[in-house]
């Protein structure tokens, strides 16, 4: 064992002089594992991005809603179908509730009614367009992750009787009041005034795209005497107890059964939605990337191996002789494999640092000039990398190793 150490430091020893010594060749050689390094990084690092991103951002809304809807969150192929639905009927939300409170067993906590719709919001010279528009009631808070930054939300009172009440979204606040306080002024939605009671806290985006700041939560009834109808995007949420998920589910399925007067041998006429069925949306984005990563991981490690054995062979040629001076001093083949190996191991390493350092900073740029958009380097990321790079100069380097050692010292020692 302590033959076997000796022989692995200085095997290291000779790697390190080499790669000194021949420094634009080594890194030619590594190359193809930088690239190979930077391609797997960077792919982890977009799908782990990606995946809290949509964590984060669906964590403003609770994961333990069921979204009542007419429409699925999903692609549907027969859309006619769905379009000829009814519309959500938020009168649904204070039946349910009036189910469970004759039932408090249920796994159902509550329902809360909305509807919505993207509309524009004016303050004297200002505006703000295709802002997302809720109506809903003084529960909402009770199921949101959102906070009030300023004033309140409004009550039931005001809810009720639908007054012209509004709590304001981060970003539409700073838009339409830039440096004031908005609580207590007025701002315009179609052609009606409202009062604003709150300013909610900055919420987020959705991976960059959606934001939840741009947003403005109004009463019901105020909702409905600006555009008289239900619309398509009428729905309920309902809160469950997240420990009995899928008994909810089967329970809020059979109410809304009922309530739509659905006959046992029809199909449901609505959807119930969960956070998941958004994560579902997002796996062809992250397949792909993970597909694409490791073709392109694949070729350039490939391509890396193949040139990393061709100058081990190289290497080998070049220092015949001097492995047959090694073995005629009593050098075993052992140490002879190990030092072509490790060598071929420390031209990956280095190429795998070198990406690694390369591919952070391709990370870190990115969330600098785009804050919003999720940006993670895990620890895992960079211990895989490095086993990819350790195991690449394995594969390479193992069979020049196995030709070096098996060289007889007298033909070496003869070899110009």
């Not at 700041?213 to 105020?222: C, F, K």
């Amino acid at each position: 064992m302590k033959r076997l150490l000796f022989e692995f430091n200085e095997s290291v020893r000779i790697a390190v002089q080499q790669i000194r010594a021949n420094r634009m060749r080594s890194f030619l050689t590594a190359l193809g594992v930088i690239i190979g390094i930077v391609a797997i990084t960077l792919m982890g690092s977009a799908i782990g991005g990606i995946d809290r991103g949509v964590n984060d951002s669906l964590a403003v809304v609770g994961d333990d809603i069921l979204y009542v809807t007419k429409w699925p969150w999903r692609d549907i192929e027969d859309w006619w179908n769905f379009h000829n639905r009814p519309k959500i009927r938020t009168e649904y939300a204070e039946q349910i509730n009036d189910h469970l409170a004759a039932h408090p067993d249920l796994p159902l906590k509550l329902a809360v009614p909305c509807d919505e719709m993207f509309t524009n919001v004016y303050r004297a010279d200002y505006a703000v367009n295709a802002v997302y528009t809720l109506g809903t009631t003084a529960d909402f808070p009770r199921i949101g992750r959102g906070d009030i930054k300023e004033g309140r939300f409004f009550n039931e009172t005001e809810a009720r009787g639908g007054r012209n009440v509004v709590v304001l979204g981060f970003d539409v606040a700073e838009a339409l009041f830039p440096g004031t306080n908005p609580v207590g002024q007025t701002v315009r939605i179609r052609d009606q005034q409202f009062t604003v009671v709150g300013v909610a806290a900055k919420q987020g985006s959705f991976l960059g795209m959606f934001s939840w700041d741009t947003n403005v939560i109004i009463p019901l009834p105020a909702f409905r005497r600006m555009f008289m109808r239900a619309t398509e995007g009428a729905h309920l949420r309902v809160q469950i107890d997240r420990t009995r998920a899928d008994e909810a589910r089967l329970e809020l399925r059979g109410i809304m059964r009922r309530l739509r007067g659905v006959s046992p041998e029809l199909p449901d006429n609505f959807e119930i939605n969960t956070q998941d069925s958004i994560k579902k949306q997002l796996d062809p984005v992250r397949n792909g990337l993970a597909l694409a990563g490791f073709v392109i991981t694949g070729l350039a490690l490939f391509v890396g191996a193949i040139g990393i054995m061709n100058i081990t062979y190289v290497s080998v040629k070049e220092r015949t002789r001097e492995i047959g001076t090694r073995k005629a001093l009593g050098a075993r083949r052992r140490a002879i494999l190990l030092q072509f190996l490790v060598e071929a191991v420390a031209i990956c390493v280095v190429g795998g640092v070198v990406g690694l350092i390369l591919s952070g900073t391709l990370a870190a740029s990115v969330a600098a000039l785009a804050p919003s958009l999720p940006v993670v380097f895990p620890l895992w990321l960079v211990l895989f990398s490095l086993a990819i790079s350790v195991a690449t100069g394995i594969v390479s380097g193992f069979a020049p190793a196995v030709n070096a050692s098996r060289l007889d010292p007298v033909e070496a020692l003869r070899y110009e």
